[in-house]
């Protein structure tokens, strides 16, 4: 579910829509948990869809850490790519701003982490990377984690919509994460490692 202060808003001829704040989103809040409407297809389910129905999949879903094809209900499925994004995934099924998002400006995810079936080239934003490639998670972990690790003990003082959604054992991983009793679970746990084929 994505964080209710968001709306659906057309960006580009060249992204579509894209889902953008509708209040002031603070570094450190929790931007999207999968949550149990999210819908999970298995690894090998879409190979019975029809062409139209693989498309459009394809197109709206990621695939986790075990190769299933996770759909999401709302408007999470409109988030678009940048190499300069502001939020970021966690290890635990949740993101997070890593810096304050404004009003009526776009949340961005970086495609690098989802586990695409084939590399794109999407707008040059002027860095250096140019291309989401299936594996950008085993180049990338370690820069993110850098990133994420010291939200954690903000995620716990901030006000979060989307927390009653996390289950238990995550809330106290978060607050262990938190106070420095637990090392944070790396991005690196985000990878599909067997071969990625086009679904």
């Not at 999210?38 to 190979?47: G, H, L």
């Not at 290890?91 to 495609?111: C, K, M, P, S």
């Not at 979060?160 to 420095?180: H, M, N, R, S, Y």
């Amino acid at each position: 579910m994505m964080h209710p202060d968001t709306k659906l808003k057309w960006i580009s001829d060249e992204k579509g829509f894209g889902v953008v704040a509708t209040k002031v989103i603070r570094k450190g809040t929790i931007t999207w948990v999968q949550d149990e409407l999210d819908a999970v297809f298995q690894p090998d389910e879409p190979d019975n869809f029809k062409p139209l129905a693989k498309e459009l999949l394809e197109k709206y879903s990621f695939r986790n850490s075990k190769g299933e094809h996770i759909l999401c209900w709302d408007l999470a499925k409109y988030v678009n790519h940048s190499f300069k994004s502001n939020c970021l995934s966690t290890g635990y099924n949740f993101e997070v701003a890593i810096r304050d998002i404004l009003v009526d400006e776009e949340l961005t995810d970086d495609y690098g982490y989802l586990n695409l079936s084939e590399s794109f080239v999407p707008e040059d934003e002027g860095v250096e990377r140019k291309t989401v490639k299936p594996d950008d998670t085993l180049d990338l972990y370690i820069e993110w984690d850098k990133t994420l690790e010291p939200l954690f003990p903000l995620i716990q003082n901030l006000d979060q919509p989307l927390f009653e959604l996390l289950p238990e054992k995550i809330k106290t991983e978060i607050d262990k994460v938190a106070v420095g009793e637990k090392k944070m679970l790396s991005t690196k746990n985000l990878y599909f490692e067997p071969e990625k084929s086009r679904i």
